[in-house]
């Protein structure tokens, strides 16, 4: 009798966003589209920003749910390496661009 192949199942998680861990090469196009313009926001920025400060720049209405959904995702993205949170709720980037370039000016 012929050993049998064990098939897993296909493991789908349905409204999950992948965000990948940062490593060296990657741009910010490898991220979904909403973490992608909070990164840019961020690394445009003057100093460290909370996320009261991103929310409208990012276009969405400065309501709590809203700062909220966005500061989780700020943690996430602290977690996967592109941000950094230099002070309690401040998050900054950490990947500065070596030219000292704005995230909107490079070349895509």
């Known amino acids: 009798m012929a050993a049998e192949a064990r098939v897993e199942p296909e493991v789908r998680v349905v409204g999950s966003i992948m965000v990948p861990h940062w ?4 741009t910010t196009d490898v991220l979904p ?8 926001v961020v690394a445009d920025a003057l100093g460290p920003m909370q996320a009261k400060q991103i929310v409208p720049r990012i276009g969405l209405p400065a309501v709590t749910a809203k700062i909220e959904g ?3 995702k700020l943690k996430r993205l602290v977690e996967r390496g ?3 949170e230099s002070q309690l709720g401040r998050f900054a980037p950490a990947h500065p661009a070596p030219d000292g370039e704005s ?3 490079r070349e895509r």
């Not at 490593?23 to 990657?26: A, D, K, T």
């Not at 589209?33 to 840019?40: G, K, L, P, W």
């Open 23 to 26: 490593r060296e090469g990657l």
């Open 33 to 40: 589209d909403v973490h992608r313009d909070i990164v840019e």
């Open 70 to 72: 966005t500061r989780g």
């Open 82 to 84: 592109w941000l950094i």
């Open 103 to 105: 995230a909107n000016s």
